[in-house]
């Protein structure tokens, strides 16, 4: 039997180390974004948040999958690893450069001036973020201590740069510069601590790059749905809201930064865990790890609503002023939306530990219909309102009923192991 107290030391160390650099990144920027809500207003901020929405729709679709990939192959082999990280970024920047062109020239006659130089900026960062694969690989090699580093030190600079902004009260256009720092900075110390460690392999003939890159293509066109589906989830939400009222985008965009706040310990907890899942032959312990895994994020999740219940208003209030009061009416539907993302995650991971990547892809499009057809009518009849529910639905099913149709129902059933609490604690069943 499989439970908490057969999790890896590595395993847990590693967690660790992405929560310690996560807890710093989310805290720093729950401070600095509440100095900068405060400054430019709900209208101004909705701004900054729809040009960076925008782009992590781009940069989801130019990852083209590559992330969960990168992830896996790292697990089980740093060379495989390796030779996708660099076979494959053409195939990325490629797909990034003529999509953020067109969108460019679109907001240029589109969109105002202050909107048009976020977007800019945005675009530039995520040009650099999309190069940044060696999180991810340092991730699945359980060496997130160097992530830890090159992030603190990016989020750092960026960070002082906002509040400076602020205490010296310069035109909110110089916003854009925090923007470009915090993915510029940490890709190129992540680059330089790649290079130095990486492991030296032989050059690829032009026949092998083929090789990979067909790989990756084949791979891709179905987990390049499934990745776009987990940003669209919250993004669609946030671009609807954009053109519609951003104002409601600013109130939205700080309700999901509160709620989802925790989100990093779920996702810190997961990349490590499941470099354990993924390496694990016997399918039985494979199921029960999975089952563990959901009961850590459902107890986590429910830490995050208490703590919210008792002390939403009060923080609302202190970080962000009477401006965004109605921040409170949403916040905990949106820690309930954080709870069913990740158990989506977990089983999208699983799916894959499988090689289930055309169920994802149909999951995928499901769900994308889904949540395309809630947030238009939702969003264009109750606003703000209609966004919460639209992706409240949306993660409902992501994390339970698409997922039971997997192998006979195999995660159902893994649900279901997740409430034995007495087995998962490590304690036989009593009288």
């Not at 977007?119 to 090699?141: E, G, M, P, R």
């Not at 669609?236 to 600013?250: A, M, N, R, Y």
């Not at 609503?305 to 916040?331: A, S």
Request: hydrophobic share 50%.
């Amino acid at each position: 039997m499989y439970n908490l107290k057969n999790i890896k030391f590595n395993v847990f160390s590693n967690t660790l180390w992405i929560v310690a650099e996560k807890s710093l990144s989310i805290f720093g920027l729950i401070f600095v974004t509440s100095l900068v809500a405060k400054y430019i207003g709900p209208e101004n901020f909705g701004k900054l948040v729809f040009a960076s929405s925008i782009f992590a729709v781009l940069q989801t679709v130019a990852m083209f999958g590559s992330e969960n990939v990168i992830f896996q192959k790292t697990s089980t082999s740093v060379k495989i690893g390796q030779r996708i990280i660099e076979t494959t970024r053409i195939i990325r920047n490629t797909i990034y450069f003529i999509m953020a062109y067109m969108l460019i020239v679109y907001l240029y006659y589109t969109v105002d001036f202050l909107t048009l130089s976020y977007s800019l900026a945005t675009c530039v960062a995520v040009f650099f973020s999309l190069q940044d694969v060696y999180n991810i690989y340092f991730d699945a090699q359980l060496k997130s201590k160097i992530n830890v580093i090159c992030n603190t030190i990016g989020l750092a600079i960026s960070l002082l740069i906002r509040y400076i902004v602020v205490e010296l009260k310069l035109d909110v256009i110089w916003f854009c510069a925090p923007i470009i720092s915090l993915t510029v900075i940490p890709y190129l110390i992540r680059l330089y601590i790649y290079n130095n460690n990486k492991v030296e392999l032989r050059k690829l003939n032009k026949n092998r790059v083929r090789i990979y890159q067909k790989y990756m293509i084949n791979v891709g066109k179905d987990l390049v749905l499934y990745s776009f589906s987990i940003v669209l989830y919250t993004k669609i939400c946030q671009l609807f809201l954009g053109l519609k009222s951003q104002h409601d985008l600013g109130i939205y965009s700080i309700a999901v930064t509160l709620g989802t706040s925790y989100y990093f310990v779920l996702n810190a907890i997961i990349c490590s865990y499941m470099t354990q899942v993924y390496q694990e032959k016997n399918e039985q312990r494979s199921a029960e790890m999975l089952a563990v895994l959901n009961f850590i994020v459902f107890s986590v999740s429910l830490a995050a609503f208490i703590f919210l219940y008792l002390f939403g208003h009060t923080l609302v209030e202190w970080l962000y002023g009477p401006d965004y009061k109605e921040v409170n009416n949403i916040v905990l539907y949106l820690v309930l939306v954080c709870m069913f993302s990740g158990l989506a995650t977990v089983a999208d991971k699983y799916i894959i530990c499988f090689g289930g990547h055309k169920y994802l892809r149909n999951k995928t499009l499901f769900l994308v219909f889904l949540n395309l057809f809630m947030a238009y009518f939702l969003i264009n009849f109750y606003g703000i309102y209609g966004a919460v529910t639209s992706i409240f639905i949306t993660e409902l099913v992501a994390g339970t009923l698409a997922n039971y149709f997997f192998k006979n129902g195999l995660l159902f059933k893994v649900q279901l192991k997740s409430f034995y609490i007495k087995n998962i604690l490590g304690h036989k069943l009593g009288k």
